[in-house]
Each structure stands twice: as C-alpha cells, then as structure tokens.
C-alpha cells in the first residue's frame, strides 16, 4: 500500500497557502495598497518551547513604495 500523507500533507498547504494569499489579495483592494501579494514554495518552521512544529506558509505582501515596476 502506497502512502499519500505526504502529498495530502502537501495538498492541505496548498490550500491554506491559497487562502491567505485570497484574503491579503481582497485585504490589499479593499484598502488600496496598491501592493503586490505573492506565493512562493517555501515556509516557515517555528519549534515551540513544549516541542512542537508550527509550519507556516510563506505568502508575502510587497507595499507599493517596496515594488518593482
């Protein structure tokens, strides 16, 4: 039998990651920032004092000032 957590762990993450950049997208027109939101395959690893692993997304907000044109 073939074991798929890892890609369902992957499939999740790329769920969340779709969300938070949803709602920093929606964030950024309803308060015309006129920033630029981004994706990226990377993370965030946290290690908590009790042991625990917090992974985060990494999902950028770029201001306006900072961004390329």
């Not at 969300?19 to 965030?44: A, H, K, M, P």
Request: aromatic share 8%; with cysteine.
């Amino acid at each position: 039998r073939k074991d798929n957590s890892n890609a369902t762990s992957s499939y999740h993450m790329e769920a969340v990651v779709a969300e938070i950049s949803r709602q920093l997208c929606s964030w950024n027109l309803y308060t015309r920032q006129d920033g630029v939101v981004t994706t990226s395959q990377g993370r965030f690893n946290f290690q908590t004092t009790d042991g625990r692993n917090i992974r985060a997304p990494d999902v950028p907000f770029t201001p306006k000032t900072h961004s390329i044109s």
